[in-house]
């Protein structure tokens, strides 16, 4: 089992940016594929950004290609998004997961086994 936790949420103007992080307790990550989701109210959680397992591809939604950067630190043990430019409309709860996908980048969320609670991030116009 592995327990993953963001951080890195919160209120921002447009224009702005911030750096969410996941971790697993000191875990590391390494053997894992990893994504991050996004889920607005009254709306279907959705793929923002992946990383395939070994970490030599990334993949990005078509509204944050360019604006947002998904990472790994050296050691492996946290997985970051970050986030510049922010709109309003990237109002939404941001949740990591991790997968055992040992292919490519995974875009759908019931191919990851493990998920964080998520962390809020709210853009003001």
């Known amino acids: 089992q592995v327990q993953l936790v963001e951080s890195g949420g919160g209120l921002v103007q447009a224009g702005g940016s911030l750096r969410l992080s996941c971790s697993a307790a000191?875990?590391?990550?390494?053997?894992?594929?990893m994504g991050w989701f996004r889920q607005a109210p009254g709306k279907e959680r959705e793929f923002v950004a992946g990383?395939?397992?070994?970490?030599?591809?990334?993949s990005y939604m078509d509204s944050v290609e360019g604006r947002f950067t998904i990472s790994r630190d050296s050691a492996k043990t946290t997985l970051f998004l970050q986030m510049n430019s922010l709109k309003p409309e990237d109002t939404a709860v941001y949740y990591c997961?991790?997968?055992?996908?040992?292919?490519?980048?995974?875009?759908?969320?019931?191919?990851?086994?493990?998920w964080g609670q998520g962390t809020q991030v709210t853009v003001s116009s």
């Open positions: 000191g875990r590391t990550l390494a053997s894992y594929a």
């Open positions: 990383m395939n397992w070994n970490g030599d591809k990334n």
């Open positions: 997961a991790a997968s055992f996908s040992r292919v490519a980048v995974v875009k759908f969320a019931s191919g990851y086994v493990y």
